[in-house]
Nanobody
Framework: QLQASGGGLVQAGGSLRLSCAATRGTFSSVVVSWFRQAPGKEREFVSGFSKDGATTYYSDSVKGRFTISRDNAKNTLYLQMNSLQPEDTAIYYC???????????????????WGQGTKVTVSS
């Protein structure tokens, strides 16, 4: 139901834009977030939207460098990543919470539907 894309190999300081398309349903009725998982590490919250889309949330590690956005008409979520660093290397996932929730959770176990992930590699 969620298809992530846009990952790739980029040099430190570069930029990438990730996309997450909802093939069923709409992002406008659920909380949607980006997570990432680096090799050997737990999946961590990156950024998310409140259910009404009015509020955005970022982890401290990406605040000021990443920007989350979405196009409700296209049912697509984006993550613009600037000033990428080697520590941003990970597989990036989009995920949604059940409809009864209004704000993102920082815990990946609180999300029900996941995209397949897109790999981002930042070289130094």
């Amino acid at each position: 139901q969620l298809q992530a894309s846009g990952g790739g190999l980029v040099q430190a300081g570069g930029s990438l834009r990730l996309s997450c398309a909802a093939t069923r349903g709409t992002f406008s009725s659920v909380v949607v977030s980006w997570f990432r998982q680096a090799p050997g590490k737990e999946r961590e919250f990156v950024s998310g939207f409140s259910k009404d889309g009015a509020t955005t949330y970022y982890s401290d590690s990406v605040k000021g460098r990443f920007t989350i956005s979405r196009d409700n008409a296209k049912n697509t979520l984006y993550l613009q990543m600037n000033s990428l660093q080697p520590e941003d290397t990970a597989i990036y996932y989009c995920a949604t919470r059940p409809q009864r929730y209004f704000v993102p959770s920082y815990f990946y176990t609180d999300y029900r539907i996941w995209g397949q992930g897109t790999k981002v590699t930042v070289s130094s």
